[in-house]
């Protein structure tokens, strides 16, 4: 697969700080998956540790909640899509304004506030990402935001080590910093997409509208090219 035009004009658009910091986020990514296959044997089985996936069921059971910085995700299963083996689900919790509400440890994580969903990643078996995806309001529910706020929403989704997590939580958070220009796209294309279908609360509800964007990817191959630009650029 291509690397995607998207990271690349976007890095070739970046000063060299910007693409050293992007670079570091790659890197910090791919140790994160390597830590994550030593210590459970995949990033995958970090998550599942060995059970039978059974079809919507999450994993961890009780998800994995970060309560510094906000950010909820799980693994599950429920579709056969080419290589997909599952996906994550990410979220951010926020009020109704956009702004961070604490989930607070031993209270029911939903009840202050919705967790807004920001995007699904999807795995093959071998829990290398496969693609990237967003989903409609009525899929996951919480409180719904444009592209812009959902981009500010998850510039501050980056979650810090949640015991017995902390690889996983480390290769997410370089990885969302790592691919936000794509994710931005796919943001923007969703709210296209939503737009074509009448009224937003209409849209929002409308069950044959179900994944709203979505982008392949080949995360070996967009880690190379991006360690190409930073050699051209000067970057270490």
Same mark, same amino acid.
Not at 76 to 81: D, G, I, Q, V, Y
Not at 149 to 156: E, F, I, M, S
Not at 174 to 193: M, N, S, T
């Given at each position: 697969m291509p690397v995607s035009p998207i990271l690349r004009r976007h890095w070739r658009s970046i000063n060299a700080t910007e693409l050293n910091t992007t670079l570091q986020h790659g890197q910090s990514c791919v140790e994160a998956f390597a830590d994550a296959t030593q210590a459970s044997g995949s990033l995958l089985q970090s998550w599942v540790q060995g059970a039978e996936v059974v079809e919507y069921k999450h994993y961890p059971p009780s998800d994995i909640i970060d309560l510094r910085s906000g950010t909820q995700f799980y693994y599950h299963a429920h579709r056969t899509h080419g290589d997909e083996h599952g996906h994550l689900h990410v979220f951010w919790h926020?009020?109704?304004?956009?702004?961070?509400?604490?989930?607070?440890?031993?209270?029911?994580?939903?009840?202050?506030?919705?967790?807004?969903?920001?995007?699904?990643?999807?795995?093959?078996?071998?829990?290398?990402?496969?693609?990237?995806?967003?989903?409609?309001?009525?899929?996951?529910?919480?409180?719904?935001?444009?592209?812009?706020?959902?981009?500010?929403?998850?510039?501050? %989704?980056?979650?810090?080590?949640?015991?017995?997590?902390?690889?996983? %939580?480390?290769?997410?958070?370089?990885?969302?910093?790592?691919?936000?220009p794509l994710i931005a796209d796919l943001l923007e294309r969703r709210d296209a997409r939503l737009k074509g279908h009448g009224r937003l609360e209409d849209a929002l509800n409308n069950k044959r509208l179900e994944v709203l964007s979505q982008s392949r990817i080949d995360w070996a191959a967009d880690l190379d090219a991006l360690q190409v630009e930073a050699t051209g650029a000067g970057c270490e």
């Amino acid at each position: 697969m291509p690397v995607s035009p998207i990271l690349r004009r976007h890095w070739r658009s970046i000063n060299a700080t910007e693409l050293n910091t992007t670079l570091q986020h790659g890197q910090s990514c791919v140790e994160a998956f390597a830590d994550a296959t030593q210590a459970s044997g995949s990033l995958l089985q970090s998550w599942v540790q060995g059970a039978e996936v059974v079809e919507y069921k999450h994993y961890p059971p009780s998800d994995i909640i970060d309560l510094r910085s906000g950010t909820q995700f799980y693994y599950h299963a429920h579709r056969t899509h080419g290589d997909e083996h599952g996906h994550l689900h990410v979220f951010w919790h926020a009020t109704a304004s956009g702004r961070r509400s604490r989930p607070r440890q031993g209270r029911k994580v939903w009840a202050r506030s919705a967790p807004t969903h920001m995007l699904a990643i999807a795995l093959d078996a071998r829990g290398l990402p496969v693609k990237l995806f967003t989903t409609n309001r009525w899929v996951t529910d919480g409180h719904w935001f444009d592209a812009t706020q959902t981009l500010v929403c998850l510039d501050r %989704c980056r979650p810090g080590p949640v015991s017995g997590h902390e690889h996983a %939580c480390a290769w997410l958070s370089h990885f969302l910093a790592l691919y936000r220009p794509l994710i931005a796209d796919l943001l923007e294309r969703r709210d296209a997409r939503l737009k074509g279908h009448g009224r937003l609360e209409d849209a929002l509800n409308n069950k044959r509208l179900e994944v709203l964007s979505q982008s392949r990817i080949d995360w070996a191959a967009d880690l190379d090219a991006l360690q190409v630009e930073a050699t051209g650029a000067g970057c270490e």
